[in-house]
Every structure is written in C-alpha cells, then in structure tokens.
C-alpha cells in the first residue's frame, strides 16, 4: 500500500490527482494534504475519505506511515520541497516541471539513488488517449518508418493583460514539458534542436508560443503551442514509409475533469468516434483506416509508482529521459531565438 502524503491544495491536487486516488482504494491511501491556510470549503468535500489537512508541512514530513509524497505546488518550490522530502525519507512524484534547471534535476536523482529511493515527474500526458492512439499506431507499424511527426498543444486566448513572469511559467516550461517528454519516451534523446520561442500577445509576458524541432537522422519531430490558434491542427500528424497518420481531437480527460465529472462515470475521457485518428496508405480505397483510441487515464502515474516503489518494478519514466526534457526546455529559454544547437 502506498500511503500518500499530498503538498499543495490547489488545482492541480483537487483536479488531476484525487479524482484518480480516491477510486485506487486497493494500492493507495490519501492520508495527509498539506496547505499553508485552511480551506474548509475544499476540505468538506472529502470528509467521507478521511484524510488528515494540516499547515504544518513536518506534519507530512515527519509521518513515518507516509511512504510517498506529491508535491502539486507552483514550479518555484519543485526543487526545494523534493529535496526536503527525499532527505526525509520520503519517495516523491513531483508536477511538471520536475525541475527548473538540469543541475536541480540531477541533484534530486542522486540523492534519491544514494538513499534508496524513487522520485519522478507527475508525467500525466504519457497517459493522454490521442498519444496511446498515436503509439499504438508506431507500435502495429501501420505507417511503416516514421520520417516526421507534429504535435500540437494549441488554444486561442487572445487576452494581452500584463501578466510578467519568470522562464518557467512561459508555455514551454508548461505545455513543452509534454510534449517533449512523449517524443522522448518513444524516439530518446535528439541529435539537434530548432528552437523558435516568441511572446506573441504581449511582449512583457513569458513566451506564449514555441516552435522546437527535434532532429533523429532521417526522423523529425515538430512540437509547436501557441495562444493565438482559433481554428485547430489536428494533434498529431505523422508521416511514414508506408503511410501517414492524422488524429484530430485532443485527450477528453481534462475537458471532463473541469466539467467536474469523476473518472468512475461511464463515458469518461471516452474519445468520440468522429475524433479517431485515420491512417492512410496509398492502396487504400476507402478513404483511410480509423484507430479506435484507446481510452486514456492519469491514475496510472500512480499505478506505475506502486509498481516501482512495492513490487520492484523498473521505472518507465527514467531520470535519463527527464534529464534530458529538462535540458532541452533549460537550452530553449537561454540566449537568442531562433537558433539551432547540438545536444
């Protein structure tokens, strides 16, 4: 059993990670949130689960029950708040992004290792149905060799209030940090990098669109997010060898996560059918292949931590593969843009 210990009592804790805990009675127990105020309103809702509020962070810290922390607070105290759970025993799953910095994200993974234990990032949209469709899809080989995919995290939100901030609460810190780990998680580190990072709507903001291109021999991938996109790209687009693939329609757990629908409910994060993606080839006559998207899931990053931390497991979410998402995201925000560099 994981006994879970929660720091941070806002969106993203009442959002993304207690609708998928609270139905994990058999593997998890939520036993403890912390928050620096009291928030009796948020708080009555989870009466029924028993879970233990408080505003003292060594109330989490020093409970020798809890085995594994979250750490769902903004990006500035990621570092900080691993590292104080790691020295005091804990294992940690950390929001994205994991680190601001390469040198942070090495420092908490050697002191995990030196101390026996597991820390990762809350890689969420590893688990998006749209990139389970588009792995299925490179899995079965149905478009031969890949020779480029684009992918897409767009929204159209023409406000230009000023609204200044540090390089980590730009759009590549916040949306980059998918997508870059889900082409990392199939294809590995890059050979070279086109970086394009503007801010489009106001000037005094952090970027608020990027353009980065990740170079594998004779394989590219293309990630791009902008605020200024009215009429949507399709998410993926991925041309092969033997075909292309194009999935429209982004992963519905989030849209009904925000309608605030519980994970249990049927028909929840189901992708429609009109929003498959199709692969097309040259022999085909009927106007392509539908691939039935498989249904997506954000409690299986807890899941996979049960694997990992009671079972043995080893971890999917590797310190290689962050390392170098943050690399990438740490490289994309220093100097001028555009540029290519070499990893």
Do not use: W
């Not at 590292?83 to 804990?90: D, H, I, Q, R, S």
């Not at 694997?307 to 043995?312: A, H, P, R, T």
């Not at 971890?315 to 994309?332: F, P, R, W």
């Amino acid at each position: 059993m994981l006994n879970i210990g929660l720091i941070g009592f806002g969106k993203s804790t009442t959002r993304y990670h207690l609708p998928y805990l609270l139905l994990r009675k058999e593997t998890v127990n939520v036993k403890k949130i912390y928050s620096r105020s009291k928030k009796p309103e948020l708080e009555s809702a989870y009466e029924s689960h028993r879970i233990e509020f408080t505003q003292q962070l060594d109330d989490i810290l020093t409970d020798e029950t809890i085995n594994l922390v979250s750490i769902c607070t903004p990006p500035s105290t990621h570092f900080s708040l691993a590292k104080l759970c790691l020295e005091n025993n804990k294992h940690v799953v950390v929001e994205k992004p994991f680190a601001n910095t390469t040198e942070e994200a090495r420092q908490l993974f050697e002191l995990a290792n030196e101390k026996g234990l597991t820390i990762m990032p809350f890689q969420n949209r590893r688990f998006d149905s749209d990139f389970l469709s588009l792995k299925k899809v490179l899995e079965r080989g149905y478009i031969g060799e890949p020779i480029e995919l684009e992918s897409h995290f767009d929204y159209y939100r023409p406000d230009k209030s000023h609204s200044p901030g540090d390089f980590y609460e730009g759009a590549f810190y916040g949306l980059g940090v998918h997508l870059l780990d889900q082409v990392i998680s199939l294809f590995g580190k890059p050979e070279k990098l086109y970086y394009d990072l503007r801010s489009l709507r106001n000037k005094n903001n952090p970027e608020d669109y990027y353009h980065v291109e990740l170079f594998y021999g004779n394989f590219k991938a293309i990630l791009k997010t902008s605020h200024l996109v009215s009429k949507p790209y399709p998410k993926f687009i991925l041309h092969g060898t033997g075909g292309s693939y194009v999935k429209h329609g982004i992963d519905k757990q989030e849209e009904h996560l925000k309608a605030g629908l519980s994970p249990s409910v049927e028909g929840f994060g189901v992708d429609p059918i009109e929003n498959y993606g199709v692969v097309y080839t040259a022999d085909q006559k009927d106007g392509g292949l539908p691939i039935e998207t498989p249904n997506g899931d954000y409690g299986r990053v807890y899941d996979h931590l049960y694997e990992v931390i009671v079972e043995g497991e080893e971890k999917q979410i590797t310190d290689e593969q962050v390392l170098t998402v943050i690399e990438i995201l740490e490289k994309g925000i220093q100097g001028e843009n555009p540029k290519v560099i070499s990893l």
